[in-house]
């Protein structure tokens, strides 16, 4: 009997988790994991202060090294899959190796969207999804001097705290009334606006690039669509992702706008293949319509599911999507998705280096946003797990104690703690 065999392309947070999850429900066959990164997989994109100064030290790995060896799990890095036979279920890699692919699963994520316009191509108009774009930035942040960031998405925020940490002249450049107006809300996106503001980032709204001027060593300014100009030595661009869709496409796997959609247990159009994380188009229950969900938690969340089904126990991820930010030595955490029906209430006491906001939704918490008040964030993602009623006049006083009211909607039980399914 032929041995089964599973390729997994991406040795991104969804890939790895869908080929641990495998093994781990003692799926019998081959797993071979493929990356086009040389390095040990790590959590993307790598955004710290000390990944800023080494490139190489700095990566966080999602899996230590001896957990590949000890699962049998064959790492094939620096290397691509280029074509994808659905006839005879292989692939063939860059180097010339052709590998039998009983299932694929595509774990592909995303591409950053360049700017369109004059100068976006100069050497020093950089994006940050992996370790050698961090290594671009790090040199150009260990100079010192004025860096425009344009896209005030979580990127865009995190790496502005990461450069004022520096000392570094920072403006944020932003299409957009408000940042993270469409996760948060525009009430919260202010605060989130104060915080930055408060720590000397230049945060310009309602603004646009309209071009990037210099000479032959890069860009110099940033011309806005107000006519403003900015001096700049680098210009970090962070204005969305485009999903990669190639592999999908030349093995004749339905995409579309979102990426590669897939059912309910990450199947595509195509039996044999699945797609998972970021390049996922899938329907949650959390999203009003089929989409991704960019984070690493949901990755981790979704390869898992994808994994214990390839392994014969088919899972659903429908876990409320989870994300966080590090700002300034404080964590934001956002969990569920934010509705234009939603009320907002708005934790006494709220400042821009601490708050709590709840969106209810029909008397419960439909999703919650804290910053710097992780307790808070644990006790309320399992008021939403157990789906319990909430007063909205309880939820906005300081001094009621969510883990108590926890316990006296669960009725004394508790509620299950949150399993990290790669660790």
């Avoid at 496409?249 to 990450?266: K, Y």
């Avoid at 964030?377 to 157990?386: C, P, Q, S, Y």
Wanted: proline share 6%; hydrophobic share 40%; net charge positive.
């Amino acid at each position: 009997m032929t041995k089964p065999s599973c390729v997994i392309v991406g040795a991104s947070a969804a890939g790895v988790s869908a080929a641990v999850q495998m093994r781990r429900m003692d799926y019998p066959g081959t797993i071979t994991l493929v990356d086009a990164d040389p390095h040990l997989p790590y959590e993307r994109p790598p955004l710290s202060k000390a990944l800023m100064d080494d490139a190489e030290h700095g990566l966080v790995p999602i899996q230590p090294a001896e957990t590949y060896r000890d699962l049998d799990i064959d790492l094939r890095l620096g290397e691509r899959v280029v074509e994808v036979d659905p006839a005879r279920l292989t692939v063939r890699l860059s180097d010339g190796d052709v590998l039998n692919s009983g299932r694929l699963v595509l774990a592909t994520g995303v591409s950053p969207r360049r700017l369109d316009v004059k100068g976006a191509h100069a050497a020093n108009v950089l994006s940050l999804r992996d370790a050698a774009d961090a290594r671009r930035i790090g040199v150009y942040m260990a100079r010192g001097r004025p860096l425009v960031i344009v896209g005030a998405g979580f990127i865009g925020l995190e790496l502005a705290a990461v450069a004022r940490e520096r000392g570094i002249d920072v403006t944020v450049v932003e299409a957009q009334p408000h940042p993270l107006a469409h996760a948060v809300g525009t009430d919260v996106a202010r605060l989130l606006t104060d915080l930055h503001r408060g720590h000397g980032v230049r945060l310009l709204s309602g603004v646009t690039v309209r071009e990037l001027i210099g000479s032959v060593d890069g860009v110099e300014e940033v011309r806005l669509s107000d006519g403003r100009r900015l001096p700049a030595a680098a210009v970090v661009v962070g204005v969305g992702v485009d999903p990669r869709r190639g592999l999908a496409r030349s093995a004749r796997v339905d995409t579309d706008s979102f990426g590669i959609p897939v059912n309910e247990f990450g199947q595509t159009s195509r039996a044999w293949i699945y797609a998972t994380g970021d390049v996922a188009s899938q329907p949650h229950p959390n999203l009003p319509g089929r989409g991704r969900i960019e984070h690493w938690d949901a990755a981790l969340r979704h390869g898992a599911a994808v994994g214990a089904t390839l392994a014969g126990n088919p899972v659903r991820y429908t876990d409320p999507p989870y994300a966080w930010s590090d700002q300034y030595g404080a964590t934001l955490q956002i969990v569920g998705r934010v509705r234009s029906t939603d009320e907002l209430v708005m934790r006494e006491g709220a400042s821009p280096d601490r708050f709590l906001a709840f969106w209810i939704r029909r008397g419960r918490i439909g999703a919650v946003a804290g910053m710097d008040v992780p307790r808070d964030i644990g006790a309320v993602k399992r008021l939403m797990a157990i789906g319990a009623p909430v007063s909205t006049g309880l939820l906005a006083r300081r001094d009621t104690d969510l883990r108590g009211l926890l316990k006296a909607r669960a009725g004394g039980r508790g509620a299950a703690a949150d399993v990290n399914p790669v660790n």
